[in-house]
């Protein structure tokens, strides 16, 4: 029997390998009679400050893309663009599937650029989603206003790698969007716990979307999810459904008291909306205001996005020294051998972690 950490069942953070290169149809073009004209690092990073959304289409595939020589240069586009971003208010909206997340991020975002201007760009983290098979989340199909909207710019979850990956690199698309002029973000992810820590880890407000009528309203939704929400907004309060709704604004609202004070200061608000009907969107997206207005009068607003810098710095020390590890030849001939080793009861898991690291640290001097 395969323990439970092994077993594909419990695999919530890990994902299939994914398409990084899809297959080229029209073979003139791999032939490259009329292949794309190649751009430079300054290229990228001029068409990105100007604006232009093609290229930061471009330069986003480039940061998605797993082949080293794309990602020297993703890495020298980033940087670049590094002066040219951090102006904008990053907003996460959580809920499971059918919460409503794209019907409000549609409402929300033709809402917000109709009334307040400026450029949205909705971006995804979704751990489980492969490119090749359509990713749920961040699906242009399925905001139908916004996708044609000129001043929106919408991109399904990276696909591939560990969740620690895919997270990654929305946070340098974010740089990217930034560079490009793009003053809100919004990072849709669905709840599974570790990629709603991996979105609040990149976002200013984190916005939880529930439903009521469902049972016990609180069930089911981790102390932690709603502890690191600084709204939860009920959606669906329309027709029968509205007095249910209220009913679970006030059970959040009371569990909410039970919580320690968040370190904003900022009490988390919850709302009842219709995303559907368009109710209640503009006080949504007013309680986003009010909190980014609350939190860069105290201070906060910074300490966060430099705190979430600090901890994109250890994450990606650990990504590099895992990878690093993982594809060396070495320990990737050693590893089977040593896995049956350990679920053969001859070695001790710690022992053979050891004997692994040990020869890795030992390639590394030689
Ligand atoms: P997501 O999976 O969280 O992105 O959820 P969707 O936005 O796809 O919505 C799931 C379903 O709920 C769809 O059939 C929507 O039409 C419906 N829905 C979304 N928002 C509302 C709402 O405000 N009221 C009602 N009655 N239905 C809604």
Redesign the pocket.
């Known amino acids: 029997m395969i323990h439970p950490e092994n077993s594909d069942e419990y695999k919530g953070l890990t994902v299939n390998s994914g398409v990084e290169n899809t297959t080229i149809i029209n073979p003139y073009l791999q032939r490259g009679r009329f292949a794309r004209h190649r751009l430079s690092v300054n290229d990228y990073v001029e068409g990105i400050v100007r604006g232009n959304v093609t290229v930061l289409g471009q330069a986003v595939t480039l940061v998605e893309s797993t082949n080293p020589a794309h990602q020297v240069v993703a890495q020298e586009v980033i940087e670049k663009c590094l002066p040219y971003s951090g102006n904008s208010i990053r907003v996460g909206i959580s ?10 991020i549609d409402e929300i975002g033709i809402h917000v650029l109709s009334e307040h201007g400026g450029k949205l760009a909705v971006l995804a983290i979704d751990p489980s989603s492969e490119r090749s098979k359509g990713s ?1 989340l961040g699906d242009k199909t ?1 905001m139908e206003k916004l996708s044609v909207h000129p001043d929106s710019f919408i991109r399904p979850s990276p696909s591939a790698g560990s969740l620690g990956g895919v997270a990654r690199k929305t946070r340098e698309t974010i740089i990217l969007c930034e560079a490009a002029g793009f003053d809100k973000i919004f990072v849709e992810t669905v709840g599974v716990g570790q990629s709603e820590t991996a979105c609040h880890s990149m976002v200013d407000f984190f916005l939880l ?1 529930q439903l009521a009528g469902t049972g016990d309203e609180l069930q089911g939704i981790k102390r932690g999810i709603m502890e690191m929400a600084d709204g939860i907004v009920i ?5 029968s ?1 509205v007095d249910a709704c209220h009913r679970a604004a006030t059970e959040f609202r009371n569990a909410l008291h039970l919580f320690p004070a968040p370190d904003s200061g900022w009490t988390p608000q919850v709302l009842c909306y ?4 368009g109710f209640g969107i503009k006080e949504v997206w007013d309680m986003v205001y009010a909190y980014i207005d609350f939190v860069k009068q105290n201070g906060y607003f910074d300490y966060r996005r430099a705190e979430q810098a600090k901890y994109w710095m250890y994450e990606s020390i650990n990504e590099q020294l895992r990878s690093s590890f993982y594809n060396n030849p070495t320990i990737a001939d050693l590893l089977p051998g040593a896995e049956s080793q350990v679920l053969g009861g001859q070695q001790t898991s710690f022992i053979a972690a050891k004997r692994l690291l040990d020869t890795y640290f030992q390639g590394l001097k030689g």
Do not use: E
């Not at 809920?95 to 409000?104: F, I, L, R």
């Not at 219709?274 to 009907?277: A, K, R």
């Open positions: 809920g499971v599937p059918g919460a409503g997340k794209s019907t409000s749920i399925r979307i959606n669906k309060c329309d027709g459904n219709s995303g559907f009907y």
